[in-house]
């Protein structure tokens, strides 16, 4: 039996780490758990999130990445996961069950189109990610396997991540009919393998995530942060079902001009100009009066 060792490794994220073990855990496969439910081929995941500020956890080649809840500072707890890790598996139990990890998670994908002829949205019954991820080319999506995969395709352009689906921007060299149950197929079988989607343990640009994220709204103005709450609650889920996703840029007090960023359908669409005006603009001068002169989308 292989007697492990356990090596705390740091990661760009500062809630995710990484514990090396001198040995392979999985054969050439990755696991990404997202609660206790999902772990039930993973006696180890399992045991891990009984910690309470386990928020997810990635089992890949030799090493187990645990996310964690801020609620603690892993300088006070990793020794005692990494503890925990190596003698779940110097006790020679399985990490995974591959009798159960082969098997196809039954997974469906439509493909939906959307107002920018050049983008098709590809709909999964399963949640893919927490976070937006556009990828403009291959090089940008060095985190995630399933949008490099989707790049080898040459008539892919761009590819956007959200929630539960992908959209996919191609080149005129090819059209829908021909090409969008071929990325349909690809896109399911994927998923259904349990392949990771994001792998959040490789160092990504800022650009690569959607920047409001990050977006402090206690530091906004009052009419920024009005702004802000307006596009989530009713513009947001507009967009989102047409496979794109708009951000809060700026606001200019002087002008009154409210700056948006496009992504996904949305960016380079042929009426996202009339979107903006009649659907965005129209709205928040309805909802945020005489505030409201302008809205411009910097990437439009």
């Known amino acids: 039996m292989k007697t492990h060792t356990i090596a705390i490794v740091k990661t760009s994220s500062p809630n995710i780490v990484k514990f090396e073990s001198d040995h392979f855990l999985t054969e050439h496969q990755n ?9 039930s081929n993973s006696q180890l995941a399992r045991e891990l999130f009984y910690l309470p500020f386990v928020k997810k956890i990635y089992i890949s080649g030799n090493f187990v990445a645990i996310e964690k809840y801020n609620i ?26 591959n009798d159960i990890a082969s098997k196809k998670v039954a997974v469906t994908v439509y ?37 490099t995969k989707l790049f080898h395709f040459p008539f892919v352009k761009e ?34 393998e349990g392949n990771t989607i994001i792998d959040v343990t490789i160092e990504k640009p800022q650009k690569e995530v959607a920047p409001e994220i990050n977006l402090n709204i206690d530091e906004l103005d009052d009419v920024s942060t009005e702004i802000v709450n307006v596009l989530n609650e009713y513009i947001k889920p507009a967009v989102a079902s047409d496979g794109g996703n708009i951000m809060f840029q700026s606001y200019d007090e002087t002008t009154k001009e409210v700056k948006v960023i496009l992504q996904g359908a949305c960016s380079g669409c042929p009426s996202s100009t009339v979107t903006l005006k009649n659907g965005i603009e129209a709205t928040l001068k309805e909802m945020i009066p005489g505030k409201i002169n302008s809205v411009i989308a910097i990437n439009a």
């Open 31 to 39: 696991f990404e758990f997202n609660n206790i439910d999902e772990a």
């Open 72 to 97: 603690v500072d892993w300088e006070t707890i990793e020794t005692d996961v990494a503890d925990q890790i190596k003698d779940f598996l110097n006790s020679g139990k399985a990490v995974v069950d």
């Open 111 to 147: 493909a939906e189109s959307t107002p920018n002829p050049s983008v098709m949205k590809f709909v999964a019954n399963k949640k893919l990610v927490d976070s937006i991820f556009e990828f403009k080319n291959i090089d940008d999506a060095k985190i995630s396997p399933l949008a």
């Open 159 to 192: 590819v956007f991540v959200d929630e539960n689906y992908v959209s996919i921007n191609k080149y005129d060299l090819a059209e829908w009919n021909d090409i969008a149950n071929d990325l349909r197929e690809e896109i399911r079988n994927f998923i259904a």
